[in-house]
């Protein structure tokens, strides 16, 4: 099956450094969704994106669906220790069941 | 507010065993989902069912069957377990053109 390609897989971070992941897709979506995964748990939704060259904020995150529509970005600022987790994003078509394609993940370590 | 209920939490199987993970929302959602989580492949689609009284395959169906018991409920059950299907479960539940809400997850070992 198709996998989006995130990167980076894996970061350690300094406390209030900003972050930044993003994924890319040979298919285009209709929607982006961010989800963050805590340790024991299932992912929880962060940002969805709906329209192409949408620019959405949720408090220290931002994401953006790129204009192509196959790619989006994850900007997370000033870190702190609880943004520890790993971020999978997500691209959801819009015709069928409206598959979801998620990607293999980016694992945040933040350092205090 | 329970939301999407995953039972168990954790399991250990022999190989060649049966069980069946059950899931539940509270949330009204007509679509409910089974993905399992392996390490660097990030969340692949087992079964779906759009609705009540429909299931369809997903990516990796192999070794899996399902049961929409209600529009609340929605089963996964391996018949015949292998180390392969080591894995973590999730169920996740939607409404249409809204993003999946996930249970916690079942961890199974087989061995």
């Known amino acids: 099956g198709q996998q989006l390609n995130q990167s980076p897989q894996s970061m350690f971070i300094q406390e209030g450094e900003d972050v930044s992941m993003n994924c890319t897709s040979s298919?285009?979506?209709?929607?982006w969704l961010w989800y963050k995964q805590d340790p024991g748990e299932g992912p929880v939704l962060l940002i969805a994106l709906y329209k192409a060259g949408e620019l959405t904020s949720n408090g220290r995150l931002t994401a953006q669906f790129g204009i192509t529509r196959k790619d989006s970005f994850l900007n997370i600022s000033a870190s702190i220790p609880s943004d520890v987790g790993i971020y999978f994003c997500a691209g959801r078509e819009s015709g069928g069941y409206q598959k979801v394609t998620f990607g293999t993940g980016t694992k945040l370590q933040v350092i205090p | 507010n329970a939301g999407v209920t995953q039972t168990p939490k954790f399991q250990v199987l022999k190989t060649g065993q049966s069980m069946t993970l059950q899931c539940a929302q509270d949330m009204n959602h007509n679509s409910m989902y089974w993905y399992r989580q392996d390490p660097g492949m990030g969340l692949r689609l087992i079964y779906y069912s759009a609705s009540e009284g429909t299931t369809d395959k997903g990516e990796v169906p192999n070794g899996y069957n399902v049961s929409r018991l209600n529009k609340r409920e929605f089963s996964l059950r391996l018949e015949s377990a292998a180390p392969s299907q080591t894995s973590v479960y999730f169920c996740?539940?939607?409404?249409?053109?809204?993003?999946?809400?996930f249970g916690n997850g079942t961890r199974l070992t087989v061995t």
């Open positions: 996740a539940s939607r409404v249409t053109n809204s993003p999946l809400h």
């Open positions: 298919s285009i979506f209709n929607t």
